[in-house]
């Protein structure tokens, strides 16, 4: 009587098993839609001194912006050394969600009043979002990243 012995098939079948959950999970994490890769992060890598350089310019210059959102609406306000409105600027904001990094939200924030830039952005979901502004003026340049909390709901007078 010849008798079947499973164990040798044991360590095979282990390994297939091993194969088959990797397998599984490298394809559901590539899939993921949260999935963001920095644009030009090499490039700003090199950049990285003249970056500095340009900070440390508009550091001297005084300028003050202070970003906030209210009611769907991203508004920068730009003050220069005295506290005087800053006008003729061209700002820029892109908005990026942690959940979708992917997805982000970029466009021009018109003049509003004086030394306010402000426009509606099309967020569409609450939580912090990370807003990465980008002020230009005769020649000058700053860039500033916040973190602010946005509320779907609509506020209360």
């Known amino acids: 009587m010849i008798l079947f012995n499973p164990w040798p098939f044991a360590p095979a079948l282990l390994l297939g098993l ?4 990797q397998t599984v999970l490298v394809t559901s994490s590539s899939r993921q839609p949260g999935l963001a890769v ?3 992060y090499y490039e700003a890598g090199l950049a990285w001194d003249e970056r500095q350089a340009e900070e440390r310019r508009v550091a001297a210059l005084g300028w003050q912006v202070e970003v906030e959102v209210a009611r769907g609406d991203v508004l920068v306000r730009l003050l220069d050394a005295a506290g005087a409105p800053l006008d003729g600027a061209t700002v820029e904001v892109r908005a990026l ?3 979708r990094p992917d997805r982000p939200r970029a466009g021009g924030l018109p003049w509003r009043a004086p030394g306010l830039y402000g426009a509606a952005v099309a967020f569409d979901r609450p939580g912090d979002w990370e807003l990465q502004v980008d002020v230009r003026r005769a020649g000058e340049r700053t860039r500033r990243t916040v ?3 946005v509320s779907l ?4 007078p």
């Open 18 to 21: 091993c194969v088959t959950i």
């Open 38 to 40: 920095e644009p030009h």
């Open 97 to 99: 969600h942690p959940a």
């Open 147 to 149: 973190r602010r909390e």
């Open 153 to 156: 709901a609509p506020e209360r």
